[in-house]
């Protein structure tokens, strides 16, 4: 299960890099004109790929044992997980609601590995 939960993450994290440089940072460039804006959103995007990567991996690497958590220590890789989706619930339900309905196949995958990394505890 933990193999599958970063092969998961994994892909999720690539996909938030690519869609947001592919579809959002170019819709957004052509309809602000704004560098500022344009810029943000960029690194706002490479932040959350690069997070969700860097967990993916220590999942990964949890998963082949080539590393250890233990104790409180094993909880790191969901918990930065949880807080990610929370942070996008908790954002997305009080600023802009219409954003559930076109994640609902990518907040699927997430439950899924937040389930998948809470059974492999």
Do not use: C, W
């Amino acid at each position: 299960m933990d193999s599958i939960a970063g092969i998961l993450l994994l892909i999720l994290s690539l996909a938030h890099v690519v869609y947001g440089e592919r579809k959002l940072i170019p819709d957004l460039a052509n309809k602000l004109k704004d560098p500022f804006l344009v810029g943000s959103m960029r690194v706002m995007s490479m932040q959350g790929g690069v997070l969700l990567l860097l967990i993916a991996m220590l999942q990964l690497l949890v998963a082949g044992e080539v590393i250890t958590l233990s104790g409180r220590a094993q909880f790191i890789p969901v918990a930065g997980v949880i807080a990610n989706v929370l942070t996008f619930l908790i954002v997305t339900l009080i600023k802009h609601p219409i954003l559930l309905r076109y994640t609902i196949p990518q907040m699927g995958l997430f439950g899924l590995v937040i389930l998948l990394m809470l059974l492999s505890l």
